[in-house]
Every structure is written in structure tokens, then in C-alpha cells.
């Protein structure tokens, strides 16, 4: 059960970095135009 938690947690906080590095491009690109 608690290394299913951990991985659990590694791709939940991967997830969020992968979206917020997205957003942080989406927005750069937003602010040249």
C-alpha cells in the first residue's frame, strides 16, 4: 500500500509540473505576441 501511495504521489506531482511548465510556455508565448 505505501509504495502505491508514493508512486501515487511521484505522478500526481509529475503531472502538475509537466502542466505548469505547459502554462509557463503558453504564457511566454503569450506575452511576446
Given at each position: 500500500?505505501?509504495?502505491?501511495?508514493?508512486?501515487?504521489?511521484?505522478?500526481g506531482?509529475?503531472?502538475?509540473?509537466?502542466?505548469?511548465?505547459?502554462?509557463?510556455?503558453?504564457?511566454?508565448i503569450?506575452?511576446?505576441?
Open positions: 500500500m505505501k509504495p502505491l501511495s508514493i508512486a501515487l504521489v511521484a505522478l506531482s509529475h503531472k502538475t509540473r509537466t502542466f505548469l511548465a505547459s502554462l509557463g510556455i503558453m504564457i511566454g503569450a506575452a511576446v505576441i
